[in-house]
T-cell receptor
């Protein structure tokens, strides 16, 4: 158990809808990272937050957004969902702002029908 | 572009035999390299990292990795494979993020599926 929690575990929704994925980092970790894992794209970095501020941005679509709250949990919002958004979404956390060892949550499997 | 490559989609090895999972990298400057393992329906678990120092890095579960600067490689190894080592293995490199000064992100390889045959 990495200490990173993600909810929900599974999410099934329809095209055009909006969903929110939630992540709680390990105790003491200030950075949260979001990744998307799909068969065709592999593991893609989406975005990083450090102590409430956006720190680094990867291949995140404009339809997607994230935030980190004062208690350090983070939410990833996915809107106007398309079939191609179906994937595993992972959250990871680390102590500091500079990316070194990251601890991954169990993931949220999103299915868009 | 800064990246890592895992040339093998799948590696099969007999239980008890040594295993190697290959990774090559392309970065400017000194690389920060990582190996992660993913078991079915689970998140990634950190195995080991190379930042500086000895070229042979020891990690979790008896795994080690050899950093080779001249060959730009960071192969994962284990002297004696276990059936329980069967999983998906990812090599990653820390790269400078395009989004902001002084920020970094991990770029992962496509993954190598390791199957250890009893």
């Amino acid at each position: 158990d990495s200490g990173v929690t993600q909810t929900p575990k599974h999410l099934i929704t329809a095209t055009g809808q909006r969903v929110t994925l939630r992540c709680s980092p390990r105790s003491g970790d200030l950075s949260v990272y979001w990744y998307q894992q799909s068969l065709d794209q592999g593991l893609q970095f989406l975005i990083q937050y450090y102590n409430g501020e956006e720190r680094a941005k990867g291949n995140i679509l404009e339809r997607f957004s994230a935030q980190q709250f004062p208690d350090l949990h983070s939410e990833l919002n996915l809107s106007s969902l398309e079939l191609g958004d179906s994937a595993l979404y992972f959250c990871a956390s680390s102590r500091g702002a500079l990316t070194n060892e990251q601890f991954f949550g169990p993931g949220t499997r999103l299915t868009v029908l | 572009a800064q990246s890592v490559a895992q040339p093998e989609d799948q590696v099969n090895v007999a239980e008890g035999n040594p295993l190697t999972v290959k990774c090559t990298y392309s970065v400017s400057g000194n690389p920060y390299l990582f190996w992660y393992v993913q078991y079915p329906n689970r998140g990634l678990q950190f195995l080991l990292k190379y930042i500086t120092g000895d070229n042979l890095v020891k990690g979790s579960y008896g795994f080690e990795a050899e950093f080779n600067k001249s060959q730009t490689s960071f192969h994962l190894k284990k002297p004696s494979a276990l059936v329980s080592d069967s999983a998906l293995y990812f090599c990653a490199v820390r790269v400078l993020s395009e989004s902001g000064a002084g920020s970094y992100q991990l770029t992962f390889g496509k993954g190598t599926k390791l199957s250890v045959i009893p």
